[in-house]
Structure formats: C-alpha cells, structure tokens
Nanobody
Framework: QVQLVESGGGLVQPGGSLRLSCAVS????????IGWFRQAPGKERQGLSC????????YDDLSVKGRFTISRDNAKNTIYLQLNNLKPEDTAVYYC????????????????WGQGTQVTVSS
C-alpha cells in the first residue's frame, strides 16, 4: 500500500523558514516524480515544486522559485521542501504527491498524495 507522510509544518513568523518532509513507503512500482502542492482555504490547489526520480531534475512554480527548494534523499525514500522567507499568503496545507507517468509538473494531478501538513505564517 502506497503511503506518503508529510511532516515539518507549524506556525512561523513572516520571514521565517520551515523544512517539510515527505516519507514515501509501500511503492513497489516505478514512478516519474514526486512533487509538492498546497491548498489554502478558498483558493485553488497550487503546485509548488517537483523532482524527477531518475534524473533528479526539479521544476518549480514561478511564484515560489527562489524561496522554496525541493530535494531528495533516495536512501531514505524522503523528499524535502525547504521554505524560506515565508509570507502570510503561504499559509496552507502542504501535500506531497507521486506522479506515475511522465507529465509536466508541479501543476498537475498527482496519482497518490498524503494527508498534508499545516503551515501557518503569522506574527
């Protein structure tokens, strides 16, 4: 059974940083990439960043490029998202998801995703 577990969210002041983690388990098949997206109340889901499994190439949404950085640790089956210079508008539930087939990301529909981790940016 595929399982993705996000962690690392919390309350942070504007300008602060957080590091989110996504632990992937139970995946017996192959996949193309893992990505991060977020969902804020009353807003559309937004893809943030994704990273290819084989090549390790990453793709970032322009709205967060330069502030958010995706990375991976294949030995730990874990994907990270470093969030820097956080703003109140970054408040949302952050999810990681798996893409089975090759398709453009991060703004896409993911095949599997976790329960999410809440990030709140407030003073």
């Amino acid at each position: 059974q595929v399982q993705l577990v996000e962690s690392g969210g919390g309350l942070v002041q504007p300008g602060g940083s957080l590091r989110l983690s996504c632990a992937v388990s139970g995946f017996t098949g192959d996949y193309y990439a893992i990505g991060w997206f977020r969902q804020a109340p009353g807003k559309e889901r937004q893809g943030l960043s994704c990273i290819e499994k084989v090549r390790g190439r990453s793709y970032d949404d322009l709205s967060v490029k330069g502030r958010f950085t995706i990375s991976r640790d294949n030995a730990k089956n874990t994907i990270y998202l470093q969030l820097n210079n956080l703003k109140p508008e970054d408040t949302a539930v952050y999810y990681c998801g798996v893409l089975i087939d090759v398709r453009p990301c991060p703004n896409t529909n993911y095949d599997y995703w976790g329960q999410g981790t809440q990030v709140t940016v407030s003073s």
